[in-house]
């Protein structure tokens, strides 16, 4: 059983999938802010190998050189810790009732939204790309009768698992439904 925060959890309501954006959208992100790591300190080789104004500097020219470059990599270590919250913290959560959104819009913003199963009228997959149909990921679309009419599970692993397994718990809860409402 997969151990998770459920707002507004029901009684009987259990995790059947916990699912995050695919690990190649997070190697991504932080491949590009590794480039960014390797910057300076790629341009000080580079300045020392051509022997570039290195040795006739000042001191207080080289304080203000390390205050420059002490503070981009304190924003580099900054928006990679971001890009890291908001790769982890953004989530969907399949229940055996419903599924709820968490989508981390920054480091101190977080917007839950929740969709139950009678609700769903369809559910579509889409991948697009070399990236995505080699390492298949993409997005699920889930189409409601709800306000906000389609709800997007984002960069996905194993999409059409994932629709397939929806389409089976939508269709499991309105059997279960309807069977009680015929009891009655």
Not at 33 to 38: D, G, M, Q
Not at 122 to 139: A, K, M, R, S
Not at 155 to 176: C, E, M, R, T
Request: proline share 3%.
């Amino acid at each position: 059983m997969i151990k998770h925060y459920i707002p507004h959890k029901n009684p009987n309501e259990e995790i059947i999938l916990l699912v995050r954006r695919h690990w190649l959208i997070f190697l991504g992100y932080i491949s590009f802010w590794i480039l960014l790591a390797i910057g300076p300190v790629a341009l000080y080789g580079l300045a020392i190998y051509f022997n570039i104004f290195i040795d006739n500097i000042s001191d207080e020219v080289y304080a203000l050189v390390a205050f420059l470059i002490s503070l981009y990599y304190i924003y580099v270590c900054l928006f990679a810790y971001h890009a890291f919250i908001d790769y982890y913290l953004d989530v969907w959560i399949i229940t055996n009732e419903r599924i709820v959104n968490t989508e981390q819009n920054g480091v101190f913003s977080r917007v839950t939204s929740e969709l139950s199963f009678r609700n769903v009228q369809d559910v579509t997959i889409e991948i697009n790309g070399i990236l995505p149909t080699i390492f298949n990921y993409g997005n699920v679309y889930i189409q409601t009768a709800a306000e906000k009419n389609r709800f997007v599970f984002e960069q996905v692993a194993d999409p059409q698992i994932i629709s397939n397994k929806i389409s089976a718990l939508v269709h499991a809860y309105i059997q279960s439904h309807v069977k009680k409402v015929d009891s009655l």
